[in-house]
């Protein structure tokens, strides 16, 4: 290795470590031991916002505002543009700060050979070649081969996933991140900066992101009402030059239709209904970071979960010890308890002191020495006067117990059988021996070691699963650790290793992914295959984690989900951040989800008729009529009293489904689209009613129009909220209907008593409210006929 690096190729050269020449010329060839970014100026990112179908369509209507004069709505426009590009650059910050995160967890400084002399030297100055020192406490500042020393005890928990600490010895290599928790060693670096693992875990983070299913539903659903507002405006304009009307009027009619139609706040009314949601979703434990997230949760049907530290505790357990000479378990147990070091905070000694049933029985032994866990030797000694008695006591790996008490065929036979089982069921083993006096040693037994399961986790995945959400476990630690948990938690046992999986010769598919239970020994950039691969194949994939080495795969997740305790890289790559211990509060989530979605869904039901009704109404009414059926003010006034029950539709009552629900555009679509041409059909019928029938002057006639846009638009809320008839349960929540019932009431005084309209009386208010009800029930009806053949096209 050193050759291959050019580090030396002498001896008296490997013992002075590169020359501080040697080293500026690497540098300059390698570059910095740093991530680094691919940033985007503020001002570029910012403009970008302003560019697409629904901005420019929102800047024709502020142009159109202005050319009008018309300096309320001009004002208005510019504001909503300002607001959306502002929450869009706040949200696009995530994978940033993602990435500033991952390179806060990288060293700072490094003990370093330069010019055959140690230096502490900035970590980004490390080049390949460098030979570094290594002691308790580092943070490892780039990958590194280990040359000479006592060994290490490295915790990679955060990069890999594997629950326990990792010896290494000369040869092996140490990741750039990790933590030395035991040891010292002299190493030679092999990688820094986008080089080492953790660089391309950050890479990894750069590049993942996929595209929120809710912006492409909102796009979607603009995109129809936009293409449909510049058809009718257009025909509208055209017929006015024919017809040889002002220009300056037809252009201000056409900027009121514009704006009455432009789905200008149906982003907003979307993202306050998530807002209001995500609230919620904080009380139940869960903190949305990104608000598009809570749409994405509804529809996912796979769940990607990592094991150490989300489905299981991250702290170690002692099982039942497996004895071989001992006579009860309290006897390994108590031996292993004198040869642990409690001030110490080791992992391993605190789950051996806490498995201990009578701990005050240690006080009772007399310490005269104790040796610390070597990762050389692999044991702890300990040396104790116990009862008059000279007992000294060794705890370790087994191979090393067994030399250490010098153990026969027999009892070396029974320890590896017991070994055997144990590692089959996912337990490390630890061994445990006594020598009393100048008796011969006796191993005593083994402790098993293993990460429990959380509480409530087999009881979350039982209920995802019932939820149409299927789970599958993925995680950095041993296949056999990794079958023990899930059979536990009730996920499956058919795993394979990732090395397995993803070969070079051969590129899983989602349904070879959804065929195993799980994945083990997975690396950052497995994890991001298996969801980009689940994602190719229109899978809305969930991905739990807490770890650096998860970053990558919960940023490209659709939903990533950071557990409690994540680290901070997890948590800014994540779109929600579980506040409490667990995955319950997932199930609640997913449920609040799906409510929430369940309230989009109505309201772009509702907007859409409602645009298609208003839209299409007024443009007959003139091509036909030649007759504005409603003034500028009473359009104005629509849309202030359509704004308050609106708002309410994030506060109603909904019931989530009971599996994964994506946007079905189709649907949305056509049953906006009918309720929007009933709408016309009975507008028209009242038009016809007043003129032909009552014979009523055209101002009354407007205003009778009016009210009815109001009273029938307000009740198609209560027929959007839900698939079957409008008094099906859950019923409106008592916050909509009061709020739409209200704005009802002040439209009809409004067009009773003549504000800003022609008055029409109580007689014919009543009539107007007769008419819309009847209209209701049909819609009502035809309603649940549309809905019963969408459903019906769909299963054939």
Known sequence: ML????????????????????????????????????KESALRKILSYF?????????????LSALAQDWPDFLIILTMLAVNAGVAFWQERKADNAVELLKKKLATSARVLRDG?????????????????LKLGDVVPADVELLKGAGLSIDQSALTGESLPVEKNAKDVAYSGSIVR?????????????????GKTAALVEQAGAPSHFQQAVLKISNALIVATLVLVAVILTYGWFRGDPLLETLQFSLILTIAAIPVALPAVLSVTLAVGAMTLSRLGSIVSHLAAIEELAGIDVLCSDKTGTLTQNRL??????????????????????????????????????????????????????????????????????????????????????????ASDETQAAVEKQIDTLAADGYRALAVAERIGDQPAQVLGLLPLYDPPREDSATTISALRRLGVAVKMVTGDHIAIARQIAGKLGIGSNFITADKAFSKEHKMTASEILERDGYAQVFPEHKFEIVQTLQSSDHLVGMTGDGVNDAPALRQADVGIAVSGATDAARAAADLVLTEPGLGVIRSAVEEARRIFERMTAYAIFRISETVRVLLFMTLSILVFD?????????????????????????????????PVRWDMHRVLVLSSVLGILGVISSFGLFWIAESIWELPRPTIQTLIFLKLLVAGHLTIYLTRNNGHFWDRPFPSLKLFITTELTQVVGTFAAVYGWFVEPIGWSMALTVWGYALAWFLINNMVKRLVLRNIINTNQA
């Open 627 to 659: 007759f504005y059926p409603v003034t500028a003010a009473m359009i104005v006034l629509l849309a202030l009293l359509n704004d308050f029950p609106i708002m309410m539709i994030a506060y109603d009552n909904a019931k989530p489904a009971p599996h």
């Open 3 to 38: 050759n291959d690096l050019h580090t030396a190729s002498e001896s008296d050269q490997v013992n002075s470590g590169l020359t501080s020449k040697e080293a500026e010329l690497r540098l300059t060839e390698q570059g910095a031991n740093e991530i680094i970014e691919q």
């Open 117 to 133: 002399s140690w230096h502490d030297l900035p970590a980004r100055e490390l080049v390949p070649g460098d030979l570094i020192h």
């Open 182 to 198: 035991l040891g010292e060693m002299t190493a030679v670096v092999t990688a820094t900066g986008m080089r080492t693992y953790f």
């Open 51 to 63: 560019w697409g179908p629904i901005p420019w369509m929102i800047e024709a209507a502020a142009v």
């Open 317 to 406: 357990v002692v099982g039942t010890p497996a004895l071989v000479e001992a006579k009860e378990t309290e006897q390994v147990l108590f031996a292993a308890a004198l040869a642990c070091e409690p001030e110490s905070n080791d992992p391993i000694d605190s789950s051996i002191l806490s498995a201990l049933d009578h701990a005050e029985n240690l006080g009772k032994a007399k310490v005269d020495l104790f040796t610390p866990f070597n990762p050389v030797s692999k044991i702890a000694e300990v040396e104790v006067t116990l009862e008059s008695e000279k007992r000294y006591i060794a705890k370790g790996a087994p191979q090393s117990i067994l030399a250490w008490a010098q």
